[in-house]
């Protein structure tokens, strides 16, 4: 079995920083991409930052100069660093991945349960 645990969430005001963290346990062999997806109220779940094995990036538009995606392979784990934030990302914050459980296994799509982050103005 496989969990990715988000940590890190909470309430912070308008300019403020918090740094995510989602870790991943149990039968895991290797891990292609990791990301990180948000989802406000009334919205659509959307794709923040995104990072590769190989270490290539990719952010939304909204966020760029203000996220910084990381991972640590050897703990099989990934960051969010997100500084200057704004009440507009507010939102629920889910951490994805690519896993892979066995040498010779699909990549399967797994998601985190998910940590809140309020940003008040």
């Known amino acids: 079995q496989v969990q990715l645990v988000e940590s890190g969430g909470g309430l912070v005001q308008a300019g403020g920083s918090l740094r995510l963290s989602c870790a991943g346990s149990g039968r895991i062999f290797s891990i292609n991409s990791m990301g990180w997806y948000r989802q406000a109220p009334g919205k659509q779940r959307e794709l923040v930052a995104a990072?590769?094995?190989?270490?290539?990036?990719n952010y939304a538009d909204s966020v760029k100069g203000r996220f910084t995606i990381s991972r640590d392979n050897a703990k099989n784990t990934v960051y969010l660093q997100m500084n200057s934030l704004k009440p507009e990302d507010t939102a629920v914050y889910y951490c994805?991945?690519?896993?892979?459980?066995?040498?010779?296994?699909?990549?399967?799509?797994?998601w985190g349960q998910g940590t809140q982050v309020t940003v008040s103005s």
């Open positions: 994805n991945a690519d896993i892979r459980r066995e040498w010779g296994g699909s990549f399967l799509n797994y």
């Open positions: 990072i590769t094995s190989g270490g290539s990036t």
